[in-house]
Each structure stands twice: as C-alpha cells, then as structure tokens.
C-alpha cells in the first residue's frame, strides 16, 4: 500500500517561471519528509526536508511547505531552470529519519 | 568528500546466478540503508544497519538475499539464486545516525536475463 503519493507523474515548465510539485502521505504518524531529485543512471540527492513541527522550510530556490492536516506538502522551485530537470522524490519517515516511504516520483522538464 | 561508493554500477547476469553488491558509506556514517528501486517506483527499504548490527530486515527476502557489514563500515549486499523480477537498481545509502539524513550512492542497476 503507497504511503507516500504523487499523482502528477510529470511536469513541465518555462524556465523562469515556479515549479510546483506536490505530495500527499496517508500515514498520520510521519513526522519527517524530504524532497530527492535524481538525474538518469544516478543515485538521489537530498534537496531539502521538514519536520513535522514546522509548516515551511526555505533553502534558496527551493521551498517545502507541509500541511499537515491535508497529509500534503509540496516543493516550490523558483525561479525554475533547466538544470533542474530530473525525477523528484518526496519522502517520508516516522521516528525523525528511519525506513524512508518513498513516492513515485515526478519527472520536471524545464523548457529555456 | 567522497560520497557513497557502490559497485558494480551495473550488472548482467542470467537467473538462478549468484549476484553481490558492495557499498562503501560516507566516512564516519554509522547507519546504512540498501533499498531496491524497480522501474517507474520509488525507492523500498530492504535493510537498515546500524554500525554491524541490521536493525531492520523485515523488508528483506531471506530465502534468496542476505547482507553483510562486518566491520561496521562497508557492506555487501547478496542475491542467490537471482530470479528475473530481480532486475532493479540497487541503491546504497549512508546517514550518520539512524535520525538523520540519508545520503544515496548512484545504485548497481542489474539485469536477470
């Protein structure tokens, strides 16, 4: 059963312009999520996490927010570039950072 | 720094062959992960150490996998017989505590032919 969901397999956007990319867990007891992007034949690369305790988390570009009671947390890239083209996984944990739920994935495609 | 080191990257064999995988953890990093990453999915936890000792293989097939972290750093990951729904990536990664973040080496993609 996916824990971890996201439903917008793919994305495409104008570089320039916001990326958002969104996420929905159904396990209340997650208090821990993360956002990996991987490019092809690599591993995934940590981008930016939050803990349940906060409702925002910005790192340059890059921002999560978490709802906690919608289960829902997105990732806002802007402005989006082409380098940030590749798959983006959202993640989760109970217990601050054991067995990692991964979802899907969504694929970006930023267009110059 | 050098990041988590896995080899092979990739690997072909044929089914019922014996397959290993080896992972070498961010320096100082006492916790590591293998999950296994099939096609279109995302990644699933197959064992987690915490320096020798696996915390949680709950997730691991052990009629046909096992794993190993001897000496608390490194580890080798084993699959025999190898079955054709195998085929997947292989993913290694390295935090410094069980609660921390994980960092993932760039994964053994194999095939059973």
């Known amino acids: 059963d996916q824990q971890v969901k996201q439903n917008s397999p793919s994305l495409s956007v104008q570089e320039g312009r916001i990326s958002i990319l969104n996420c929905d867990y159904t396990?209340?007891?997650?208090?821990?999520f993360l956002w990996y992007k991987k490019y092809p034949a690599e591993g995934p690369t940590f981008l930016i996490s939050?803990?349940?305790?906060?409702d925002k988390n910005e790192d340059g570009r890059f921002t999560v927010f978490l709802n906690k009671s919608a289960k829902h947390l997105s990732l806002h890239i802007v402005p989006s570039q082409p380098g940030d083209s590749a798959v983006y996984f959202c993640?989760?944990?109970?217990?601050?950072?054991?067995?990692?739920?991964f979802g899907k994935g969504t694929s970006l495609l930023v267009t110059p | 720094e050098a990041g988590v080191v896995q080899s092979p990257r990739y690997k072909i064999i044929e089914k019922k062959q014996p397959v290993a995988f080896w992972c070498n953890p961010i320096?100082?990093?006492?916790?590591l992960y293998w999950y296994r990453q099939n096609l279109g999915q995302g990644p699933e936890l197959l064992i987690r150490?915490?320096?020798?000792?696996?915390?949680?293989d709950s997730q691991l097939p052990k009629d046909r996998f096992s794993a190993e972290r001897l000496k608390g750093v490194d580890s080798t990951l084993k699959i025999q017989p190898a079955e054709l729904g195998d085929s997947a990536v292989y993913l290694c990664?390295?935090?410094?505590?069980?609660?921390?973040?994980?960092?993932f080496g760039p994964g053994t993609r194999l095939l059973v032919l």
């Open positions: 396990n209340s007891m997650f208090d821990y």
């Open positions: 150490y915490e320096n020798e000792e696996a915390v949680d």
């Open positions: 320096s100082g990093h006492n916790t």
């Open positions: 993640a989760a944990s109970a217990n601050s950072g054991y067995a990692l739920n």
């Open positions: 990664a390295s935090s410094l505590g069980g609660a921390e973040t994980q960092y």
């Open positions: 939050i803990s349940s305790i906060k």
